[in-house]
């Protein structure tokens, strides 16, 4: 019997059903196939992205440098985790920013000048100061299996980018991540290619950048289930970005000061995980809430560390008290419901507005 090829939209429906990791090494080993991979719908459970590693499901991808000095025997050799420049020098995070690049963090070391002094050099490669060879080679790590890249044509840096654009990068049919991490301080994303709808999220530590980022790489027309972040006592207050408005499900955790600046972020379900003590600051709390009328279905729940009777709270909007629950009328035909309930064994207050029945 004679075969014949496949259709390209045979292709794609193939393509579809299979792993991620198993699709994106048959279209490097059949080039045929990659435009119908491209075009292929995706769905990736997992992507973890840190600074020399990421994971697709269960499948990682981690970037080391090996090297082999034979210029000085005191110099360490072996794998290092950080990329160097022809002197040994760690490369700075500026310096290995490339077009398309997203920092996630503040501002760093761009303007810092090198130290080149000789107590400096002794320890670094002397490759440019001897006739002895130096070998320094990119160890890829996939899944148990080592390949090695001549390190003189390619920094880690520079893989991580290439990898990243070989499999997301032009893109043209729809793909989701369902659960993405970010750990890493550059987003290395590709320039071109259709945006992923993003699902579930986490960022880590919150800064400003990583915000910029996500806008700049998600398919807005899809708002994300959830958000997850850590907010710590040093970092800036958290800034009315526009991007809270594309995000269902709010989660911070962490510096429990986010309570008196999280009632202007534009997210309609807030969650603060951090253990907070109610018994002081409730009532400033539901004062700064009822400030200005709150469009119905907005909820913030706060893990509660200790409670306060809500009796003991007077505001002119009550309509009903108890000790752990109460109503107050909001100005848009609303009423706000403040509750204590009990999850797991964790005691929760609830602030939510919702349609006056009455």
Known sequence: MESKPMLFCDTKTVLAYMEPNFRFNLALKIPLIGPAEKAAPLIINRLEL???????????????????????????????????????????????????????????????????????????????????????????????????????????????????????????????????????????????????????????EYTPPKLDALQSITDTSVPLTSLKMRVLTYQPKISNHKFWMNVEHLIISEDVKVLYHMFSIQTPNVSVTTPTPLDVNLKSLINKFMMRTRPIGIRISIRASSKMDLNMINHRSVLETSTDAMKLTMRNEAVVNVQYTEIDSKTWLTIETVPNKG
């Open 50 to 204: 840190h600074d020399n590693r990421f994971v697709i499901n269960d499948t990682g991808y981690r970037m080391t440098v090996y090297r082999q000095c034979q210029a000085d025997a005191g110099l360490y050799n072996g794998e290092v985790d950080d990329d160097s420049d022809e002197y040994g020098f760690k490369i700075n995070l500026d310096e290995s920013l490339q077009p398309g690049d997203l920092k996630l963090t503040h501002s760093g070391n761009m303007h810092q000048r090198r130290k080149y002094t000789h107590e400096v050099l002794q320890y670094d490669c002397p490759e440019k100061m001897c006739s002895l060879p130096c070998n320094h080679f990119i160890r890829l790590y996939v899944s148990g299996s080592m390949y090695e890249f001549p390190y003189q044509k390619m920094k880690m840096y520079q893989m991580m980018k290439r990898l990243l654009t070989t499999f997301f990068g032009n893109r043209t049919g729809e793909w989701t991540v369902k659960n993405m991490i970010l750990q890493n301080s550059v987003l290395r994303w590709p320039k071109n290619g259709r945006k992923p709808i993003l699902q579930n999220v986490e960022i880590g």
